[in-house]
């Protein structure tokens, strides 16, 4: 599946995505700029961390008479998702291995209740779904296990 650069109005805070900057007036003919940048969501008016690096570094040091840097506000037009690292699974396979292998190790359980095995004693984090917190205690369970992920 191809992914398609998107409008940057609705690139996601606080996550590190390609950035593309139309041509600038003083940039060699055909040139294509594509960066790196995130919205630092600790900031308002989505402020775009390297760009504003880049800026304000210009303005307190390196701004001399009739010279020209970045302007204020990120030029860039679209954003899009950074691509998996080569060689890499996608996502979607990963979690797929991930939920098979919890599964596997709860029907091959010899005590009927696994659930109850799993989760005997267990607190419930909050901040997690019901589904997360299930599957931190399988997986908890999986490498306590000797010779399953475990210590032998």
């Not at 398609?4 to 606080?14: C, G, L, R």
């Not at 303005?59 to 679209?78: D, I, L, S």
């Not at 950074?82 to 596997?104: E, F, I, M, N, W």
């Amino acid at each position: 599946m191809t992914q398609q650069w998107k409008p940057i109005e609705s690139a996601p805070k606080n996550q590190l995505v390609m950035v593309y900057t139309p041509p600038q007036p003083s940039d060699w003919p055909d040139s294509v700029r594509i960066g790196f940048d995130y919205i630092d969501p600790e900031v308002a008016d989505d402020y775009w961390y390297n760009h504003g690096e880049h800026y304000e570094h210009y303005c307190c040091v390196a701004k001399p008479e009739n010279c020209t840097g970045p302007q204020e506000r990120a030029p860039y037009t679209h954003w899009m998702p950074l691509p998996a690292a080569p060689g890499t699974p996608p996502a979607s396979a990963q979690d797929d291995a991930k939920d098979a292998a919890r599964y596997r190790w709860l029907r091959d359980q010899e005590q009927t209740d696994a659930i109850a095995i799993v989760m005997k004693n267990k607190h419930f984090d909050d901040s997690r779904t019901f589904a997360e917190n299930i599957d931190r205690f399988i997986d908890a369970a999986i490498a306590a296990q000797p010779g399953e992920g475990g210590e032998a």
